[in-house]
């Protein structure tokens, strides 16, 4: 749904092109350096033979998901919502990666390692007839990887608060169950990779029928219990106008943050900063039964469950990242945001008042201006451009201003390479991204952890796709921590600014506590 045309400035600015020296500068210079090594070398494409099972048609994916409980690092790519596009058309679950890259924020750099990961299983090739995802490389980047890609955002230790932080969570899935929506058929793919990448068909059957036997077979697989609250961790933070939610921020704290980024813009040190404050609730329940109220109350075409280990991540996202389909990039950045109120004519008076602020869709801009610049780094010359600007999409809580920025991946650019030049998105961080990033870590004082972050796949068949992490739950320690935040320019109104985060919270407040809603 698309509100009016654009203003004459929109319209320029719709035609420019993007301003390489605003680019990420360390991401730059990943890409160069890419660039550069494999201008020596040729890519040989070989094909991968899978083993494929049909399941049948699928009506209960919580049932097929449940059968996987007790497998290591579960992973759900969960479409709840919006079947009849591409973003939504497929759902997949994983578990039980043969590879495994796990790194804490004080750990070395794992970017090297996803790269040279990366660019060995770009070899394996790919077949138009097969769902975008054939199992290959999966798993999540925290927000706080940034620190790894521009040094000059790192904090130091104390801001990890003597915890371990994740730094990155990445395995080598070999097989995964493929749900086409369209039409409610489900199959098995087994891709036969080893923990060193190579294929190989006689092993691609065997797990393959490993999973089928599991599938099929009538043992209850126990799923861990929620751990008891941890009581230190639940007297930290501070009370909030909803029982049992405390927050990282006061109200009147919120508040003078938002102020001091609109005086820290007027000085002209930022466009825009994304501020969030983190909200956490005593855990009452396992995370399967939590995400399953989540994907109901509040469904999204980015959902995603994956088991970290230690932690577990929930998500209702709406937002894609980065989606790679034959070399060709999406991205589809979200700025804007007014309530869903149950009432058809009230929602679409506030879509009109939505489409019409010059706040939010100056806000949307600033970011599509930013991934433009970002795509450059990897993508051919003359091939960024802008497809959709400051568009409505509706959710089950709310309704988005959501662009659409699109691209073709240059020949000798990876998509770890890719990811590394746009990490993280700038419709979470603002703009500039790395002064942005600062003030965040500034006034948030503390990890985001895997909020704003990206849970995405690398598929044997050379696609790709990753969310961002909004609408996040973080399973951990006893607790439900899920931050909430929003776009801060010169135009904003501090105390409107705080109430948005609770708009935004509503969705997981109603899956948190069902009873109350």
């Avoid at 070395?108 to 996803?114: C, E, I």
């Amino acid at each position: 749904m698309c509100l009016g045309e654009p203003t004459l400035a929109e319209a320029f600015f719709l035609h420019q092109w993007p301003d390489i020296t605003r680019a990420n500068f360390r991401s730059e210079l990943i890409a160069m350096q890419q660039t550069a090594k494999k201008a020596d070398s040729a890519i040989n494409k070989q094909k991968i033979a899978l083993w494929t099972h049909s399941l049948g048609r699928v009506s209960d994916l919580e049932d097929l998901f449940g059968r996987l409980a007790g497998t290591k690092h579960r992973l759900w790519f969960d479409s709840a919502s919006d079947h009849e596009h591409d973003r939504g058309r497929y759902s997949f679950l994983a578990a039980d990666p043969v590879g495994w890259l796990h790194a804490s924020l004080t750990d070395p750099d794992p970017w090297p390692k996803l790269h040279n990961w990366c660019s060995r299983i770009a070899d394996f090739g790919h077949s138009a007839e097969l769902p975008p995802f054939c199992g290959g490389l999966a798993g999540l980047i925290p927000y706080e990887a940034a620190w790894w890609l521009e040094p000059t955002t790192r904090m130091p230790e104390s801001f990890l608060g003597g915890r371990p932080q994740l730094g990155m969570a990445i395995g080598i899935y070999d097989w995964t169950i493929a749900v086409d929506h369209s039409s409610g058929e489900a199959t098995l793919i087994s891709n036969g990779l080893d923990g060193s990448l190579k294929a190989d068909p006689e092993r691609a059957r065997r797990r393959g029928e490993e999973v089928l036997e599991r599938l099929n077979s009538k043992t209850e697989h126990s799923v861990a219990s929620a751990p008891p609250p941890n009581q230190n961790s639940e007297s930290t933070g501070h009370p909030t106008k909803e029982p049992g939610v405390r927050s990282n921020f006061d109200s009147q704290r919120y508040v003078e943050a938002v102020a001091e980024i609109i005086d820290r813009i007027r000085a002209g040190d930022s466009f825009q900063v994304n501020l969030a404050q983190t909200l956490s609730h005593p855990a009452t329940c396992d995370a399967d039964e939590l995400y399953g109220r989540l994907r109901r109350s509040n469904p999204a075409p980015y959902s995603v469950f994956f088991d970290v280990g230690n932690e577990q991540i929930l998500s209702s996202s709406p937002e894609g990242f980065l989606q790679v389909r034959d070399r060709h990039v999406v991205t589809r950045p979200i700025k804007g945001t007014v309530p869903r109120t149950g009432d058809e004519i009230e929602d679409e008076r506030l879509a009109q008042v939505l489409g019409g602020s010059a706040k939010d869709r100056a806000e949307n801009i600033m970011i599509v201006d930013l991934m433009r610049n970002d795509l450059s780094i990897a993508c051919k010359d003359d091939s960024v451009r802008v497809s959709g600007l400051c568009e409505i999409e509706r959710y089950q809580s709310v309704q988005h201003l959501v662009s659409t920025v699109q691209g073709d991946l240059r020949d000798d650019v990876t998509i770890s390479e890719l990811l590394a030049a746009c990490f993280p998105g700038g419709s979470i961080t603002g703009a500039p991204k790395i002064e942005a990033m600062k003030t965040i870590a500034r006034l948030e004082g503390q990890p985001r952890g895997a909020y704003c972050g990206s849970i995405g796949y690398i598929s044997v068949s050379g696609n790709a796709d990753f969310n961002i992490l909004i609408r996040t739950v973080t399973q951990r320690d006893g607790h439900w921590h899920f931050p909430v935040g929003g776009g801060v320019t010169a135009r904003s109104e501090p105390q409107s600014e705080l109430e948005e985060t609770w708009t935004k919270a509503a969705g997981l407040l109603r899956a948190i506590r069902p009873t109350e809603s």
